[in-house]
């Protein structure tokens, strides 16, 4: 069941709202108490969400450097790995799979609960025992690209979860609420009036909803998750694949003639025991 409002639909239920509001509700006209509140709310609202918005979007351009970063590393161990054999190729890209597939059965704040998986990967990567020079030069780079695989995936675990406080929130919403009420007290119920009244108030949830959006990383997630992830796995030679609840509330546009693989869950989230994956033919 989908369990988030996305910024269309808030915007197309705040419209509606909001005129409903506006012209069943009569407000009492201007007052200088209301007009002085008004100013002093939106000019705190402003500050406040230009500030937060202005952080989202830089943790969310380093989370996705970071990630593009971790997509290189899954590649050049796969390439890499190619050196030692067909069959250590073989369970390295069985390990990266594995691996990759982990991090996303889990939501990005919790990114850490795919180590086990990334360890299996580094302890294999470690094992591997060179023979020819060829080899040594290569299990050389395996080693540094290992290393720097964990580093990234304990600097993206940290920026997935940081996450803004309650008290941020409740800042926000708090003046979102004062503004609002202004808004609708100074009605005068004319055509004008109601028009602009609707049209700022809806302007306030929309800011509201992309806030909401860059903190929780859905945010154009089409384009820096599920678009990069799908090329992924195609360098590694393995199907793409995808969280049922991914495809069904739309969140990914898929091309035509796309084969992937669909991971239905038995239980709520975060219990991924009982998974089953289905191939879905393009």
Request: hydrophobic share 45%; net charge positive; charged share 25%.
């Amino acid at each position: 069941m989908k369990g988030r409002l996305d910024i269309g639909e808030g915007i197309f239920i705040s419209i509606v709202l909001f005129v409903v509001l506006a012209i069943l509700v009569p407000g009492k006209g201007l007052s200088d108490f209301m007009i002085t509140l008004l100013s002093v709310s939106s000019f705190l609202f402003g500050l406040f969400v230009a500030f937060s918005i202005s952080d989202r979007h830089s943790r969310l351009k380093e989370l996705r450097e970071e990630l593009k970063a971790s997509d290189a590393f899954v590649v050049d161990v796969y390439k890499l790995s190619a050196i030692f054999g067909e069959k250590t190729q073989k369970e390295c890209q069985r390990l990266l799979d594995d691996w990759v597939v982990a991090t996303i059965d889990y939501y990005l704040k919790d990114y850490h609960k795919a180590t086990p998986q990334f360890l299996k990967l580094y302890e294999f990567i470690i094992s591997l025992t060179p023979k020819t020079k060829k080899q040594e030069i290569a299990y050389e780079q395996l080693i540094t690209t290992a290393e720097q695989m964990n580093r990234s995936i304990k600097k993206i675990r940290f920026l997935a979860s940081d996450r803004m406080s309650k008290f941020e929130w409740g800042t926000i919403l708090l003046l979102a609420g004062i503004i609002l009420f202004c808004l609708f007290y100074i009605n005068t119920n004319t055509l004008s009036s109601v028009s602009i009244i609707v049209l700022l108030a809806v302007a306030l949830i929309t800011l509201i909803l992309v806030l909401r959006d860059l903190d929780s990383l859905f945010w154009k997630e089409q384009v820096w998750i599920w678009d990069p992830l799908t090329d992924l796995f195609k360098e590694i030679d393995m199907l793409p694949y995808f969280p049922g609840e991914v495809i069904k509330s739309k969140r990914i546009t898929l091309p035509k003639g796309v084969s992937y693989r669909l991971a239905k869950y038995a239980h709520p989230y975060p219990d991924i025991s009982g998974k089953t994956i289905e191939i879905v033919n393009g």
